[in-house]
């Protein structure tokens, strides 16, 4: 990734905002004031757009000028959008201005200078200057009818002249802000979600991928896409702000985007609503990107970031940004993989070892025991003596073929995981015992594992760890309850899914972490329900109960796409 410019010296600048004020004119002299605090209100801004905004304004009142338009091409890469412009900001302009800008910028970006437009120019006059960053023409300042009639003057272009130089300085300021911002939050985005995936939640892997991605690329989802048999893609993980029909939708392998996908190759996707995926959601996604997460020659899925309908498009630089996220992602993913395979081999070594360990020591230590005892037995003349003897002989005998059983289970391959809800929620609650030092409480209410999909109990699941995990961390908590309850009712009446963990800890700080509950709310909210916290378990309502719930499928509002 190239190094971010270094930011120009305030000498520099000032010199280079003012180089043109000398010779001027009486008229131009006289204007000066105006222009210094036109000059002066530019500044910088959160984002380029927002100093654009405040350029074209300002170049507008100053001239006197009706209309006025800046054009932008995308400064890291190809253009985008409308005539070849990246970004488009106008002040009382037409749709004629917003071509004939787009056209002039064409020809800047050819020619180096600004040619004469190659639509008519319009009652009132026409003035169009570049607007540069150092040696590089990013954009031109388009203005048009003139108040009062007539044509832009001489000292009109000198003043607007004079601006866009010092325009360029506030951009380009702003453009190093930003771009370093951006930079960081990618980086920042990749380090979380390989933490995560190392962490302990590669099972929850697609949708710590989704989340991440749909907070760092700005966009209004983040999709994971996993291998389907029949060479198509599936989607595994939605994150978005409301309910999505996309879960457990497939993009088949005649798609235009699946073989590029699978060959590593990324996908821009310019109009939604042509997209085989994203069109089942007509009118809600603008500007997206699709994106191999492939390690070496081995693509594991693929990840989809969409905006909103009418979102500007992604430029080159985030495109660059987030392939190399993806790229990350996917070499914590195989990380992941490789680390689950090393534990298995680990258990599988130590389920050797104790096997040796009893077929080598103590089946042959009681083997001998037993013979010594039926030696001592042919030896005794008291008949009391020789049956306790022969029982023993015989708990010897019953023991040997116990073992030898246990060593025959431990030779096999370990058992899979529980695929069911209420065996992963077992697992999890029979983990977290480990480090809490005792056995959680676990209740559950109904039909868990008819009643509650796939999806959702990958949810729930998740949700079941974040919170034992705020217990064990924060909460101090000696005794804890867990309540999985598949008959709900939410608030709505909708039939709905409802987990309870609470705890007697010492509660939720008021100026403690909650990036945990924020993650809880974020999960129940993007299927459409809540999550909630309130009083504990402990004497006076010490600690803290979670309340994690959403809507099983088939209730009133709930998508039948959610499986």
Not at 242 to 259: K, T, Y
Request: aromatic residues 2%; hydrophobic residues 45%.
């Amino acid at each position: 990734m190239a190094a971010a410019a270094p930011s120009p010296d305030p000498l520099d600048m000032a010199a280079e905002a003012t180089r043109g004020l000398r010779g001027l004119s009486t008229e131009l002299t006289a204007r000066l004031p105006r222009l210094l605090e036109a000059m002066r209100s530019l500044g910088t801004g959160p984002d380029p757009h927002t100093v654009l905004d405040r350029i074209v304004r300002t170049a507008a009142e100053l001239v006197g000028a009706r209309r006025a338009v800046i054009g932008v091409h995308d400064p890291g890469g190809d253009a985008a959008g409308e005539r070849g412009l990246a970004d488009v900001v106008t002040y009382g302009a037409t749709e004629a201005d917003r071509e004939r800008c787009a056209a002039l910028l064409a020809d800047v970006r050819r020619a180096g200078a600004p040619t004469a437009p190659r639509a008519p120019r319009p009652p009132g006059g026409y003035l169009s200057v570049p607007l540069r960053v150092g040696e590089e023409t990013f954009g031109i300042l388009c203005l048009a009818g003139r108040r009062g009639g007539g044509p832009f003057t001489a000292s009109d272009r000198h003043l607007v002249e004079v601006l866009a130089t010092e325009a360029g300085i506030a951009i380009g300021h702003t453009r190093v802000q930003g771009a370093t911002r951006q930079r960081e939050r990618w980086i920042e985005g990749s380090v979380a979600v390989t933490h995560a995936l190392l962490s302990g939640a590669a099972e929850d892997g697609p949708t710590v991928i989704a989340e991440k991605a749909r907070e760092v690329a700005d966009a209004a989802a983040g999709i994971v896409l996993l291998p389907e048999d029949g060479g198509g893609l599936k989607v595994a993980a939605v994150a978005a702000g409301e309910p999505s029909a996309l879960l457990g939708a497939v993009l088949p392998a005649r798609a235009p985007a699946v073989p590029r996908l699978l060959a590593g190759l990324p996908v821009r996707i310019d109009d939604p609503a042509a997209d085989p995926l994203l069109s089942t959601l007509p009118g809600r996604y603008g500007p997206s990107m699709m994106l191999p997460l492939s390690s070496g020659d081995r693509v594991l899925g693929a990840l989809a970031v969409p905006r909103e309908r009418g979102a500007r498009p992604f430029t080159a630089t985030e495109r660059a940004l987030a392939a190399q996220f993806a790229a990350q992602t996917a070499v914590a993913l195989v990380l992941a993989e490789a680390q689950r395979d090393r534990e298995r081999l680990a258990v599988r070594e130590e389920r050797d070892r104790i096997a040796r360990d009893l077929h080598d020591l103590v089946v042959q230590r009681l083997f001998a025991t037993g013979m010594m005892l039926e030696s001592a037995e042919r030896r005794v003349d008291a008949p009391e003596v020789r049956e306790l003897i022969e029982r023993a002989v015989e708990e010897l005998g019953a023991t040997v073929q116990e073992v030898r059983t246990a060593i025959f289970a431990l030779q096999q391959a370990p058992p899979e995981a529980p695929a069911g809800l209420r065996g992963r929620v077992l697992r999890e609650v029979g983990t977290a015992a480990v480090p809490l030092g005792f056995q959680p409480s676990l209740t559950f209410v109904g039909p868990v594992d008819s009643r509650v999909g796939t999806v959702i109990g990958a949810h729930l699941v998740a949700a079941l760890r974040e919170a034992l995990s705020n217990a064990f961390r924060h909460a101090r908590a000696e005794r804890i309850e867990v309540v999985v309850d598949a008959t709900a009712r939410l608030a709505d009446g909708r039939p709905g899914v409802r987990l309870t963990v609470a705890d007697d800890g010492v509660g939720v700080p008021e100026d403690g972490r909650r990036s945990g509950l924020a993650n809880l709310v974020r999960r129940a909210e993007a299927l459409g329900g809540s999550s909630t916290v309130g009083p504990g378990l402990g004497e006076g309502g010490r600690g803290t109960t979670v309340v994690w719930e959403a809507p099983l499928p088939g209730g009133e509002g709930v998508p039948d796409a959610v499986p």
